[in-house]
């Protein structure tokens, strides 16, 4: 979308929650904060992760189904040094932080 642009207000993307019930309740997240990122990802295996930032308060948050959808991990330079992730949600990771922050 363009500056100065408004988009049709149509969902783009809506993803169903693929753990059980002992991954507790995942996060509804919403885009109506224009100053928010969005990232979603998933792996071969059908494990969900969410990465959330907010543009005002630079504060990023992962969510993962496999840790438990209701603990928020906080993400620092592109990081979450309080999980264990595999190469590919490394990769993904960083990629949204760099979208969101446009950090280098």
């Avoid at 948050?61 to 991990?73: I, K």
């Avoid at 264990?84 to 990769?91: K, S």
């Amino acid at each position: 979308m363009g500056e100065g642009t408004e988009g049709s207000g149509e969902v783009l993307l809506e993803v169903r929650n693929h753990h059980t019930s002992e991954a507790g309740t995942p996060p509804r997240i919403s885009d109506d904060d224009p100053n928010q990122y969005i990232g979603y990802f998933e792996n071969p295996f059908g494990e969900q992760a969410l990465f959330v930032f907010d543009g005002a308060t630079r504060a990023a948050t992962l969510y993962l189904g496999d840790a438990g959808w209701e603990t928020g991990h906080a993400v620092i330079d592109g990081l979450a040094p309080d999980l264990v992730l595999g190469e590919a949600e490394l990769l993904w990771l960083r990629a949204c932080w760099l979208a969101a922050t446009g950090q280098r």
